[in-house]
């Protein structure tokens, strides 16, 4: 990324780029805070979060809260910490994301590469179904289902994460193949390739940036989601969240901040270090493609 | 402009796969909004029911003075959410794009917000306004006495915490896509424009910003969006407290739907919502797609 | 690489699957219970923790549902969902009304047949009946009664200001005051919509007694809710807001309980789930801490009580629920649950041995109050009128109580938001 930095920076002098960093630093503090007061006081003990500075570093510093949260902390009836939600929502989150990617992926080269009559109304709806507030699809959804035979099942919990992800999804795939030259295409149908090969051989293969911009989008929203993993899991299939969410809302009893701060820095682990990882990607991928409206 | 086909099949093809997408959209969006549409003129109460009763539940709709105070909160927390985020995601993004050293590092911190989820956010968020142990108990620590910063327990001011609490967490990813937007300027331009001589302001204000007129307007689809469906956070951070003071649309149709076994005044104010996202959307999807000619 | 590897492999079988036609329903084996709660905490989960053991004891698993926050209403969400879905648990944690509610849409099973030979109808007091029965049916198991006009107390600051337990409004604004002047906050209290209706409750109890709370909170009559009495209520509102710290807003109930507990505060109007903070903490009733009913209430007790709905599952759950329902209304059961929870047990002929003295309390004050018929639901929690109109109620009460309307205007809102919830 720092190569493709903007050449035309803005003529300055010390006093100003200074000025510039103080900024940002300013703002680097601002975004870090909770993160900070996250971490610091989840490895405090008790007492000292309650007679103490929220912003102090810890004077005894202890593991416990960490182990509590994965393994130990009662999540029910059953004293089994965050870990088995851990991995329910990893066997929703991966096919949930892979299946939504991939046909956001043909949806796009269809509606840039194959277009027919009416395939801007049928873009412009699906876009529409990003904005539906998912608060109403609760009690409908359910209804289907239960026909369907895959209620309360991780089954059931990929499906409506395909099916809401799916505007969004279409939406990258489709601006970034709409800058990608129809010429290459067109030659490739001349020379006989087929509808599928030419995506498999000559789409796909540039597609790199558009993929992770994708898969950290899906990634994060199935991961973070609440409202659907509440309503439509099982016992055996609630996600991360649910599970925090019944750690850190305990109707009664003793809050153990601290256990409830690591159990929340382990449930934003994944999606933290997606962001970490691929945030330099993120933006190139942005700028190929889902900024260009 | 289209490709043509010989093979029928192959003419068919990419409507085929096409299809399946678009069916589910098309039950699962579409099919479920006339559900709702349907629901919110009839007496339903904790589950669906299909007697009609007229616009009865609009009428109470408007009646109640807690949808007002709905109402008036989104209108705030709107504006100011998407306003505030334009302005420091554009001025993060160009401040950032100074050939900065050490951008690898600040990037990631301004964007992890986005990463985390409402109810990591809420959570940490609560904590930090709440007077006895977050900022203000720590000012006070450190001897500055007199410091006040109560907001979050004041029933004025309280949605303005949901604002800064949701400025934080979304106006990183706005200055990715303003940084991805201005990565993407070509440099020429902006090159002759400075041998002509114009000053960085002007630079900015004449050329650079116009130039960013796609990343703008992705920029307020994306807030609009989410500051119409703020929910969670309200949740986590306020409950909608204190009374009643930072209820938004999307807590108020939940709580009507869900909790307070009047499904058919919730379903009436999710129409009202969907009315709002349309006329925000539909204008938007219009003109990008027709200006679109390939 | 290697954990690339596997999220590859995994996916790949989740799609083979999906492709291999979505297979496998929820699999709740014959003699399984699935129970959806919102009992997540220590002591709560403990106590169910009896139920569990004895339920595998005989040869009956348990599946657990949890689904935390706000006093269940996430929990009813999820409820919605799964019977719309033709997927209801075997049994859910729920109060009041929203059992008849879930009766009146023939969701639940009958219990009758368990009802009869274990004589139900002869141990379980007409109060909480109204809410078990629906139609002649039984459909829930009560596990605990609860009473909601207590009011807890830090006894080293009573000893220390020398202040009388109060019996009436007047002693006991007296005896605020006095705890205020002295530096510390009167009232430890917690501002949710649910906590300030819990005060309100017995406040219109104190005002007009059970006439004015039957009238306003059970028959919903218009000239209860916005006559002067109902002013009367809002005015001590005020009055007791003013001895709350600024703080107050938005703090969970058991947080509002450690302020008295270690002193800050003098006292908390809460039910009796409390007094499992104050035992927790270590304190002994009588000697650490006080409970008496809130001044003006005496010889009245407003309840609410946990029960476990049964919903119709198929034949092959049947008999698990049947097991899970006697259970629960086992005296041993009953006993050990509530010991821990602070409550009382939905069975009058279970044995006060094992309680601490408020609890003996507690319960001796619920027999006589159900003799007397002054054993009243509480509109708080959901016991007097259905969901919606208490959250109308709530609406009007929380706003008040936080400034947004005098006295006068808030008893004219109460008629009209308890009208538009009907």
């Known amino acids: ?223 973070n989601d609440f409202l659907f993993g509440a309503s439509f899991a099982d016992f055996d299939s609630q996600p991360m969240t649910v599970a925090l969410n019944n750690l850190v809302s305990s109707s009664t009893g003793v809050k153990e901040y601290n256990v409830h701060f690591a159990g929340a820095i382990l449930a934003a682990l994944p999606t933290l270090i997606v962001y970490i990882v691929s945030g330099r990607y993120f933006v190139r991928g942005l700028m190929a493609g889902a900024v260009k409206g | 402009m289209p490709m043509r086909l010989r093979n029928q099949i192959q003419d068919l093809l990419p409507r085929l796969v096409l299809s399946p997408s678009f069916v589910l959209i098309l039950i699962f969006v579409y099919g479920f909004i006339v559900f709702t549409g349907y629901l919110s003129f009839t007496d339903s109460r904790m589950l669906p029911s299909f007697d009609l009763v007229g616009f009865t539940n609009y009428f109470k709709l408007f009646g109640l003075r807690h949808w007002s105070t709905a109402l008036g909160n989104l209108a705030i927390f709107g504006i100011l959410y998407i306003v505030i985020c ?209 | 690489m290697n954990r690339f590897a596997l999220k590859l492999s995994t996916s790949l079988v989740a799609l083979g699957l999906l492709a291999g036609g979505l297979a496998g329903g929820p699999a709740a084996a014959a003699q399984d219970v699935e129970v959806l709660h919102w009992w997540t905490s220590g002591g709560e989960a403990a106590a169910l923790n009896v139920l569990k053991e004895d339920l595998e004891g005989k040869g009956v698993g348990w599946q657990d549902m949890p689904v935390a926050g706000g006093g269940g209403e996430q929990a009813m969400t999820v409820l919605r969902a799964r019977v719309t879905a033709g997927n209801a648990p075997t049994a859910v944690q729920m109060l009041g009304f929203d059992i008849q509610d879930w009766a009146q849409e023939g969701a639940l099973a009958d219990l009758n047949a368990l009802a009869a030979s274990e004589n139900w109808d002869k141990v379980v007091p007409a109060a909480l009946q109204r809410f078990a029965k629906h139609e002649g049916k039984w459909i829930s198991a009560p596990v605990n009664v609860h009473s909601t006009n207590w009011v807890w107390a830090n006894k080293k600051i009573f000893d220390e200001l020398e202040i009388a337990q109060p019996t009436s409004w007047d002693e006991l604004v007296a005896a605020l005051t006095k705890i205020k002047a002295a530096g510390y906050t009167a009232v430890a209290h917690g501002g949710q919509a649910w906590q300030d209706a819990t005060i309100f409750d017995a406040v219109v109890m104190s005002v007009g007694g059970p006439e004015l709370y039957k009238a306003a909170f059970v028959d919903l009559d218009p000239k209860a809710l916005g006559g002067a009495e109902m002013k009367e209520a809002f005015d001590r509102m005020a009055t007791l807001r003013g001895f709350v710290d600024d703080n107050f807003s938005g703090r969970d109930w058991n947080l509002a309980s450690a302020m008295v507990i270690e002193g800050k ?130 609406d009007v009460v929380t706003a008040h109580f936080n400034g947004e309307y005098d006295a006068a205007t808030a008893a004219e809102e109460l008629i009209n938001a308890v009208e538009a919830a009907q």
């Open chain 1, 1 to 223: 990324m720092s190569g493709a930095g903007n050449a035309v920076a803005l003529r300055s002098g010390a006093i100003a780029r200074a000025a510039i960093y103080a900024v940002l630093i300013v703002f680097a503090v601002y975004y870090l805070l909770p993160l900070f007061v996250m971490l610091v006081n989840s490895v405090k003990p008790l007492d000292e979060i309650r007679s103490g500075n929220m912003l102090a570093l810890p004077e005894v510093f202890t593991f416990t809260p960490w182990v509590q949260a994965w393994s130990e902390a009662q999540i029910g009836v059953e004293p089994t910490g965050l870990s088995p939600y851990f991995v329910n929502s990893l066997v929703m989150v991966v096919p949930a994301v892979l299946i939504s990617t991939f046909l956001g992926a043909l949806n796009g080269y269809v509606l840039t590469k194959w277009q027919f009559r009416g395939h801007r109304i049928i873009f412009g709806l699906m876009l529409f179904s990003c904005f539906i507030p998912f608060q109403i699809v609760l009690i409908p959804m359910a209804r289907i289902l239960g026909l369907l035979g895959i209620a309360g099942t991780t089954w059931g919990l990929v499906m409506v994460h395909v099916v809401y992800g799916l505007g969004f999804t279409t939406l990258f795939f489709r601006n970034y193949y709409d800058a990608f030259p129809s010429e290459l295409v067109r030659a490739a149908t001349i020379d006989g390739a087929g509808f599928f090969r030419i995506f498999q051989r000559i789409l796909l293969p540039s597609s790199g940036p558009i993929i992770v911009v994708t898969v950290i989008w899906q990634f994060t929203n199935v991961w």
């Open chain 2, 86 to 294: 334009t302005v420091i995601g554009l001025g993060l993004a160009i401040l950032l794009d100074q050939k900065i050293r050490g951008e690898g590092v600040l990037r990631p911190v301004f964007l992890y917000p986005m990463a985390l989820s409402f109810i990591v956010t809420g959570t940490a968020w609560k904590w930090f306004l709440d007077p006895g142990i977050g900022l203000e108990h720590v000012m006070h620590l450190w001897g500055w006495e007199s410091f006040e910063f109560r907001w979050i327990k004041d029933r004025d001011m309280a949605i303005y915490t949901i604002v800064i609490a949701a400025v934080w967490q979304s106006s990183g990813f706005v200055m990715a896509m303003f940084l991805a937007g201005l990565r993407g300027i070509d440099n020429e331009i902006l090159k002759a424009a400075q041998i002509d001589g114009a000053s960085a302001w002007r630079l900015y204000r004449r050329i650079v910003i116009p130039m960013l007129r796609p990343a703008f307007l992705s920029a307020f689809v994306v807030l609009a969006h989410l500051a119409i469906k703020a929910y969670d956070l309200v949740i986590a951070l306020t409950n909608g407290g204190p009374g009643r003071a930072t209820e938004l649309p999307a807590t108020f149709m939940y709580s009507y739907t869900f909790t307070r076994n009047q499904m058919g005044v919730g379903a009436s104010s999710a129409v009202i919502m969907l009315i709002m996202i349309a006329s925000i959307i539909i204008p938007y999807l219009y003109s990008e797609l027709r200006e679109k000619r390939t």
């Open chain 3, 265 to 394: 505060a003098g006292v908390q109007f809460m039910g009796d789930w409390a007094k499992g903070e104050f035992l927790k903490a270590g304190l002994q009733p009588d000697q650490d801490f006080l409970c008496f009913r809130f001044p003006g209430t005496q010889g009245t007790v407003t309840f609410n009580s946990d029960q476990f709905a049964m919903f119709s599952v198929g034949d092959d759950r049947r008999d698990a629920q049947v097991k899970l329902a006697s259970s629960i209304m086992a005296p041993s059961f009953q006993s050990a649950f509530n010991v821990v929870k602070g409550s009382v047990p939905a069975r009058t002929d279970v044995s006060d041995a094992d309680f601490d003295a408020c609890g003996k309390k507690g319960m001796k004050e619920l027999a006589a109050a159900s003799d007397s018929g002054k054993l009243f639901g509480s509109m708080a929690h959901g016991h007097a009128a259905p969901a919606s109109v208490k959250n109308a109620i709530y």
